[in-house]
């Protein structure tokens, strides 16, 4: 049974760093696409950034630079890395876990994730 749950979102003003963390059960990283997505109230949710067997990485181009995702295996934690936040950057962030593989084209992609997480709010204030 595949359980993700997150934590580590909160209010921070811009320019700030965050990290948000996500503790997985149930999933084999060596196989699995796993991603840190966002929503913001009013939109559709939408990938922010993904990786695959801990070192294949992909991230929005919105976020490219200022965010890192990673992996800890010992501590079966996934990590989303967030710096230079921006007001752009306020949402509920969810992880998600696919079944399959990481393709570049999909990984961002909403439909490719089969788990999520119940998310946790990250608010920037300017």
């Known amino acids: 049974q595949v359980q993700l749950v997150e934590s580590g979102g909160g209010s921070v003003q811009a320019g700030g760093s965050l990290r948000l963390s996500c503790l997985v059960s149930?999933?084999?990283?060596?196989?699995?696409?796993m991603g840190w997505f966002r929503q913001a109230p009013g939109k559709e949710r939408e990938g922010v950034a993904s990786?695959?067997?801990?070192?294949?990485?992909h991230f929005a181009d919105s976020v490219n630079g200022r965010f890192t995702i990673s992996l800890d295996n010992t501590k079966n934690t996934m990590y989303l890395q967030m710096n230079s936040l921006g007001p752009e950057d306020t949402a509920m962030y969810y992880c998600?876990?696919?079944?399959?593989?990481?393709?570049?084209?999909?990984?961002?992609?909403?439909?490719?994730?089969?788990?999520w997480g119940q998310g946790t709010q990250v608010t920037v204030s300017s």
């Open positions: 149930g999933v084999t990283y060596s196989s699995n696409c």
């Open positions: 998600g876990a696919s079944q399959r593989i990481c393709p570049a084209g999909l990984s961002l992609s909403v439909r490719w994730y089969n788990y």
């Open positions: 990786i695959y067997g801990g070192v294949v990485t």
